[in-house]
C-alpha cells in the first residue's frame, strides 16, 4: 500500500525536508504532499480575482484560493503532520488539525515542549506528539511498516 501524508504547519525551517529524506532513508512507500510553502505566493494566491486595495480583502480571496489546495490535500491524506514552530503564530496549522479531527483524520503533532500548553486541545485530538522530524519518521515507519 502507498501512503499519502500531508505535511502541514511552519514554513521557515527545513522539517519537511528531514522527514521526507528519512522515509525515503527507510525506502517508506509514501507519498509527502503540502500546502504552498512560498510565502509570497500564498498570500498572492487570490491575487488573480483582482487587485485589492484593503489587505483584510486580499488576505480573504487568498486564503480561499490557498483552501481549495488545502482542503484536498487533507481529505486526500492518510496522515497528517501538523508543525507548530516557535517563532510564529500557526493558526493555519490549528485550523489544518481541527479539519483532520473533523474528517477523523490521524494526524501527528510536531512542537517543542515549550508550546504544550497553548496545543493542549489539538494534542488531544492527536494520535501522537513529536519533538522531532526524526521522531514523526520513527513513527511513519513504525505504522507503515512495523520495523
Known amino acids: 500500500m502507498k501512503y499519502t501524508v500531508y505535511l502541514s504547519?511552519?514554513?521557515?525551517t527545513d522539517w519537511r525536508e528531514k522527514i521526507i529524506a528519512g522515509a525515503q532513508a527507510q525506502n517508506l512507500p509514501v507519498t509527502f504532499t503540502s500546502a504552498v510553502t512560498d510565502h509570497d505566493a500564498s498570500d498572492a494566491a487570490g491575487d488573480v480575482l483582482g487587485k485589492e486595495t484593503d489587505s483584510f480583502?486580499?488576505?480573504?480571496?487568498?486564503?480561499?484560493v490557498?483552501?481549495?489546495r488545502t482542503k484536498l490535500m487533507i481529505e486526500q491524506c492518510d496522515?497528517?503532520?501538523?508543525?507548530?514552530g516557535d517563532k510564529y503564530k500557526q493558526w493555519n496549522a490549528a485550523f489544518d488539525a481541527?479539519?483532520?479531527?473533523a474528517l477523523g483524520k490521524s494526524y501527528i503533532t510536531l512542537h517543542s515542549e515549550e508550546i504544550i500548553h497553548p496545543l493542549k486541545e489539538v494534542d488531544a485530538a492527536a494520535m501522537a506528539w513529536a519533538k522531532t522530524p526524526e521522531q514523526i519518521?520513527?513513527?511513519?515507519?513504525?505504522?507503515i511498516s512495523t520495523k
Do not use: M, P, Q
Open 9 to 12: 504547519g511552519e514554513i521557515h
Open 57 to 64: 480583502w486580499r488576505d480573504h480571496k487568498s486564503s480561499k
Open 137 to 143: 519518521v520513527e513513527i511513519l515507519t513504525y505504522v
Open 66 to 68: 490557498n483552501a481549495i
Open 98 to 101: 481541527g479539519y483532520c479531527a
Open 79 to 84: 496522515i497528517a503532520v501538523i508543525r507548530f
